[in-house]
């Protein structure tokens, strides 16, 4: 069965090549955030959708009901927009930790103005 790319990768080489590069720079909110730029439009814009969302389930009055703050929501939807395609559980436990890294940076960082009134 072919391995799935998450939300970030069109194909499961593209897929590879951006997961590492965003667990290479999962702390650093410019390199961060200059990733999600370069990628395809429709990728670019479904990711940022994504993040608007989840931008919004992490301020600061929902977290208080809900208790989901941005490292939560990173810890609960980086497995489903990047994917490491390592068989090896070392390598997939600590690419876990920085995929969340990757995706608590793009909650915290990410100006998603732009997709404000897009349904």
């Known amino acids: 069965m072919p391995k799935k790319s998450g939300t970030i990768g069109t194909s499961t080489h593209c897929a ?3 997961t590492k590069e ?3 720079h999962c702390c ?3 390199k961060a955030i200059a990733i ?3 990628l395809p439009e429709l990728n670019h814009l ?8 989840l931008q919004v389930f992490a301020a600061e009055e929902n977290v208080a009901v809900t208790k989901m703050d941005s490292n939560n929501l990173a ?3 980086a497995p489903n927009c990047l994917q490491c395609t390592s068989e090896e559980p070392q390598v997939i436990f600590e ?3 920085k995929e969340m890294a990757y995706l608590r940076i793009l909650i915290q960082n990410l100006d998603t103005n732009f997709m ?3 349904v």
Do not use: K, Q, S, T
Request: net charge negative.
């Open 75 to 77: 810890m609960v939807m």
């Open 36 to 38: 999600l730029h370069r």
């Open 22 to 24: 965003c667990i290479e």
């Open 116 to 118: 404000e009134g897009i």
């Open 28 to 30: 650093d909110p410019v």
């Open 46 to 53: 479904v990711l940022a959708y994504l993040i608007r969302f």
């Open 16 to 18: 590879e090549c951006v």
């Open 95 to 97: 690419n876990a930790r």
